[in-house]
């Protein structure tokens, strides 16, 4: 199969679909992979290295795109792109569709065969393409809370740990999967005060097991999110429906009642966003005010950290990519069942039930 790898044209995204390593796998099994010249730049992967491992250079996106009968990316296509889009071709990709009406439509208007990292499963139920991403998201969320709970930045002026005589931060991480597991796991290395809450009781023990009492594990409903939020110096938001848009747990009204310089990541704000006016920002503007306090709104976090990022990226895609390329959609579903809840769309028909459930399809 013809594999194409098109340079990503989100702000300040910094991965790439595939690591030179994982262009050699598919070369040797005896696909083609074209990557546009550039593509793995950002996250330090000359165009050489590509090269070296059999993949064919080109030097623009549509040929990347328009030579492919595979195109891998790492984030949705943009406007810029859904001209690429057409009817014979197997797009894999983080989509998050259930929050983008319009990127659903473009990819059903070309009748394109789509598929989400996001949502395939393995045999356990878990979310094996999305929990490396959010395993760095959650990391993320702390470290760049932190950086924004700086006074030049607008935040707090609270250092996360403290020192002797001072009080640490105090940590509110909302959601205790993967992105919150990681999250806490930051915040608490960094001798932060730390509360996760879940709905979960089973999730909260874990968490009192592992961390033997020393985090805060409470049962998440409106009263208890109020209480904890209001003397909150950083709050990540860390909620996930699989596929579906994310329910707002935060109010403005509650937000408007929290401590100035409080700063808010909302690493669910890809799909939607768990905070009432959440928006999507960028690396280069990565946050907003909301009555006085910061909301970081970055949907590609682990852009910045680009080539961990697409190394591990490439290490969970890449035997579903070998399994479509060998012998197409329907056979790598039969082989790995857990492809099935990724397929998105096909042949103008809009297949997965949460989008459709989000749009009232």
Known sequence: MRIGIPKEVMNSEGRVALSPGGAGTLVADGNEVIVERGAGENSNFPDGEYAAHGARLVDTAAEAWNDAELVLKVKEPLESEYGFLREDLILFAYLHLAASREVTDALLDSKTTALAYETVTDSR???????????????????????????????????????????????????????????????????????????????????????????????????????????ADLVIGAVLVAGARTPTLVPDSLVARMRPGAVLVDVAVDQGGCFESSRKTSHDAPTHPVHGTLFYGVPNMPGAVANTSTRALTSATLPYVRAIARAGVDAAIDRHPGLEPGLMTRGGTLVSRPVAEAFGR
């Open 125 to 231: 139920g878990g979310l094996p393409l999305l929990t490396p991403m959010s395993q760095v998201a959650g990391r993320l969320a702390v470290q760049e809370g932190a950086h924004h709970l700086m006074s030049p930045k607008g935040g707090r002026g609270v250092l996360l740990s403290g020192v002797p005589g001072t009080a640490p931060a105090k940590v509110v991480v909302l959601g205790g999967g993967q992105v919150g597991a990681s999250a806490v796991a930051m915040a608490h290395g960094l001798r932060a005060d730390v509360t996760v809450l879940d709905l979960d009781p089973q999730v909260l023990a874990r968490f009192d097991d592992l961390y033997q009492g020393h985090v805060r594990t409470l049962l998440s409903d409106p009263l208890t999110i109020e209480a904890q939020l209001l003397d």
